[in-house]
């Protein structure tokens, strides 16, 4: 489809397992931004690409969790030695231009459940 | 710092009857203001904007207006249907270009046949 594609669904593991969760961004958007929300909570900024610039990664919990993007196309977001508090559904949402316009085009979200 | 607060839900209603979803916000300087929508099995979507005081966001029978002296954007619909069941979130902008959409808590509305 031509959305924002987000793998796996699903993921449940075990404490201080390491896990990677993908996006995949609308082709030609220069923007990918990833979320987390937990439960009975908004959505919580994580990180920001924007094109070959320096992403802005002010929203990242801990040295724990870190996110690469290959260009203009697919990111990764890992999270190592997981925790309980780091179930959530992480949300990633990609855009043509910054921020600024408000315009994301999110995917369904990857549910974490750490056990 | 930048945040939105949303009325607590979920919300339940009948077809056809009205709606308002409570939206304020605490921003510096002039944001813009968003409504998103996230329809069962789907990705969180766009349905209104506004980005300057007493500007009115439409789209697809919801209303939003800008209120700057209330600091509020509420969402209304005067003739809900079975398909607006969905969670709505409320997000601001805060001015600059690389600046970060904040979202409220999101809130769950029913709507009843």
């Known amino acids: 489809g031509a959305g924002v594609s987000q793998s796996p669904s699903n993921k449940v593991t075990e404490k201080g397992k390491d896990v990677e969760l993908r996006c995949d961004p609308i082709?030609?958007?220069?923007?990918l931004y990833w979320y987390r929300q937990r439960l009975g909570q908004g959505l919580e900024f994580l990180i920001y690409?924007?094109?070959?610039?320096?992403?802005?990664k002010s929203g990242l919990p801990s040295d724990r969790f870190s996110a690469e993007r290959t260009g203009e196309s697919v990111s990764t977001l890992t999270i190592q030695r997981t925790q309980q508090e780091d179930s959530a559904v992480y949300l990633c949402?990609?855009?043509?231009?910054?921020?600024?316009?408000?315009?994301?085009?999110f995917g369904e979200g990857s549910r974490l459940t750490v056990l | 710092g930048n945040s939105v607060t949303q009325m607590e839900g979920p919300v339940t209603l009948s077809e056809e009857a009205f709606l308002t979803i409570n939206c304020t916000y605490t921003?510096?300087?002039?944001?813009?203001l968003f409504w998103y929508v996230q329809y069962p099995g789907e990705g969180l979507q766009l349905l209104l904007k506004a980005t300057k005081a007493d500007d009115k966001g439409s789209n697809k029978g919801f209303e939003a207006t800008y209120r700057k002296e209330t600091t509020s954007f509420h969402l209304e619909k005067g003739s809900v249907q079975v398909s607006d069941s969905a969670v709505y979130f409320c997000?601001?902008?805060?001015?600059?270009?690389?600046?970060?959409?904040?979202f409220g808590k999101g809130i769950t509305l029913s709507v009843r046949p």
């Open positions: 949402a990609s855009s043509l231009a910054g921020p600024h316009t408000g315009e994301l085009f």
């Open positions: 690409f924007q094109g070959n610039s320096a992403p802005d």
């Open positions: 921003a510096t300087g002039y944001p813009s």
């Open positions: 082709s030609g958007h220069t923007a």
């Open positions: 997000a601001l902008n805060p001015t600059g270009a690389n600046s970060k959409l904040t």
